[in-house]
């Protein structure tokens, strides 16, 4: 019996199901089992360079990831290691004591990756929704000197989320090549709060580096 992969439940969402191990392949279909109305499809399918690096599913370790302030509640702390997408619990997420725009969480990926495209999520506490609404990505491969991700002329302010649990994805174009990220909110509805995933692979040098030198201002 062939695999069966959940597909979208509305018109215009994003389902992205992770293939594991990779296809390699020339040719590619896809087989609508189950329709609502009538099978349309548009989609996008990504490269080897676009899996998760560990934010999720814990191989990022906790003392990678650090912030610029935490905040404190009466029965527990919001942690920068929480900052992982869809983390569980009444305490699942980052953030930040003071909402400004000095706040950043950073991970460290301990050695040069390529990194694709970074994934952002909110969180609801108390019944309150909490998200980043917009932000820039800072990178170093030093952890002291930080460049911006640009359009190629200015930072790159990306738009984050709109609800407290949906997913928001974007992609570098060109890749980013770095150690170390920060996400630096801009914007923010009620409180500074992050679940994030970053996607890419190893980087085994040359000069692809330089491209990311185009997209980078101090």
């Known amino acids: 019996m062939k695999p069966q992969r959940p597909g979208n439940s509305d018109a215009n969402s994003i389902k992205e199901n992770i293939i594991d191990p990779p296809i390699i392949a020339k040719y590619i279909r896809v087989y609508p089992t189950q329709a609502y109305n009538r099978p349309t499809l548009r989609m996008e399918l990504l490269g080897c360079c676009s899996l998760p690096l560990g934010m999720e599913n814990g191989a990022i370790k906790n003392s990678q990831i650090t912030a610029s302030s935490v905040k ?21 997420a980052w953030r930040a004591k003071s909402n400004n725009n000095q706040q950043w969480l950073q991970i460290d990926l301990l050695s040069i990756k390529k990194i694709t495209a970074v994934a952002t999520q909110g969180v609801k506490s108390m019944s309150s929704e909490n998200f980043v609404k917009t932000y820039v990505i800072l990178y170093s491969n030093e952890g002291s000197e930080w460049k911006s991700y640009t359009d190629g002329k200015v930072t790159e302010v990306f738009s984050g989320n709109e609800n407290s649990d949906g997913h928001v994805k974007h992609f570098f174009n060109p890749p980013i090549l770095s150690r170390f990220i920060r996400i630096v909110p801009k914007t923010w509805y009620h409180g500074i709060a992050l679940r994030v995933e970053l996607f890419g692979c190893d980087f085994d040098g040359g000069l692809a580096a330089k491209r990311t030198e185009k997209s980078g201002s101090s």
């Open 72 to 92: 404190t509640s009466w029965f527990n702390t919001w942690d920068p290691f929480l900052a992982r997408l869809n983390q569980k619990g009444k305490i699942n």
